[in-house]
């Protein structure tokens, strides 16, 4: 057993830890567990004084009740929310994401009856790569959608294995279209949906045209439009 610490000012990781359990027979509680209570008392006691007051540093414990397992990585590893991270802090190489620095959540190969569905974290910064958590079991879909809904997150279901890497290229090559072009709502499943039905019911025939290919724009002038999009 292990007990996991997180410690963060406002909403970034300072410090990770892992104290590994030692049994003590014959007594309600164990070394280590008095250990990490003293070690508390004493960083707090320590937080308390004047010149740190103002950095609002405090501990995070994982929810461990909203975890689930997941594939971060190469291995299944079991994914525990806390109030301002994701979090895997037993399995290497450690999972460590800030809420505040994700963009949207996008729920994929949700529906046909699967047994499982994937998970993709796009970031603020468009040209980090999106952090896939795949192989969900389909139980956790409905915990981790209310746990999102906790959040600031706005998240989407699709049904689709989405490649993200020719995505975030367009936005970042021409994020005002990607703005007027209605934003992340085009991983709106239910709109999608209701929008095929109205066309099918019109029987106009119409099919919509092919993307137009993306120009592409200084760096200054995407930072200054990507500055103005909101998470849903």
């Known amino acids: 057993m292990l007990f996991k610490l997180l410690v963060a000012e406002g909403d970034q990781p300072l410090i990770l830890m892992r104290l590994k359990k ?42 461990r009740e909203l975890g689930f397992h997941g594939v971060p990585y190469k291995a299944s590893a079991f994914i525990i929310p806390t109030s301002t991270c994701l979090v895997e802090l037993i399995e290497t190489p450690f999972l460590v994401v800030t809420l505040g620095e994700i963009e949207i959540v996008n729920l ?16 603020n910064d468009f040209k980090k790569d999106v952090l896939r958590i795949d192989s969900i079991q389909s ?12 959040t ?12 993200w890497r020719p995505i975030l290229k367009t936005i970042i090559d021409d994020p005002q279209k990607f703005v007027d072009d209605g934003g992340w709502e085009f991983l709106n499943m239910e709109a999608s949906d209701s929008g095929a039905e109205e066309t099918k019911e019109s029987d106009q025939g119409y099919e919509p045209s092919a993307a137009e290919p993306e120009s592409e724009l200084e760096d200054e002038d995407s930072d200054s439009v990507l500055g103005g999009i909101r998470r849903g």
Do not use: C
């Open 22 to 63: 030692s049994g003590v027979r014959g007594t309600g509680r164990t070394e280590s567990t008095m250990e990490f209570q003293n070690y508390i008392n004493k960083v707090n006691d320590h937080w308390s004084q004047p010149q740190f007051k103002g950095l609002d540093l405090e501990f995070h414990i994982p929810l």
């Open 108 to 123: 994929e190969r949700v529906g046909f009856g699967t047994k499982k569905f994937d998970m993709a974290i796009v970031f």
């Open 139 to 150: 139980t956790s879909l409905d915990a981790i959608k209310e746990w999102i809904d906790t």
């Open 152 to 163: 600031d997150l706005k998240y989407y279901e699709s049904r689709l294995y989405l490649n």
